[in-house]
């Protein structure tokens, strides 16, 4: 056994906490090595002096009370309760203005677009109005007329002529 090991292992030694093998090799270090024996009986009259020396005293009753109260746990409080508690409070409010927030912004953009919709909604009313009146124009395929003339056929326009590219491949294109 080396020095080393030896202090590394002496305060479990004297307190009695080493395997009996182990407890031998230090007992025959110790007949070896003088320096570790004179450390070992150093250790053991600090330890007599620390034991004997100093009076034991008693805690007084009420230190025992306030240990027992410090660890129970505290009493189980309701939702409401914790919610308005400490940083809780805090973090409730934040919410519930988030929450506000978030209904006004909603309510204060719904209602700003609302003249947008209408005039988008006239714009297409119009248009599909004016669609209408040219389909109408046309004459209902369930109402018999008097047959038209190739010449009247030509004059007629096509009411989706707007809407047609003036391409050369285009299969809508009035013939001309």
């Known amino acids: 056994m080396t020095c080393e090991e030896f202090r590394e292992h002496l305060s479990a030694f004297l307190d009695g906490e080493v395997a009996a093998e182990l407890r031998r090799a230090m007992t025959a270090h110790t007949a070896e090595c003088d320096r570790c024996r004179r450390e070992m009986e150093w250790m053991v009259r600090s330890v007599e002096v620390v034991a ?17 109260r410090e660890i129970q746990p505290p009493p189980r409080l309701s939702f409401w309760e914790r919610l308005f508690t400490g940083r809780r409070v805090v973090f409730a409010a934040a919410a519930a203005a988030v929450v506000v927030l978030a209904v006004l912004g909603t309510g204060v953009w719904w209602l700003s677009r609302q003249p947008l919709d209408e005039r988008m909604f006239q714009h297409e009313l119009s248009a599909y109005m004016q669609q209408r009146q040219a ?5 209902s395929p369930f109402h018999v007329q008097e047959a038209k003339t190739p010449a009247d056929e030509k004059k007629q326009e096509n009411p989706f002529s707007g809407y047609l590219r003036p391409a050369a491949g285009n299969p ?4 001309e």
């Open 172 to 175: 809508f294109k009035e013939a």
């Open 52 to 68: 004997t020396g100093l009076p034991v005293l008693e805690p007084p009753p009420r230190l025992w009370e306030a240990i027992a």
């Open 135 to 139: 389909v109408v124009g046309q004459g």
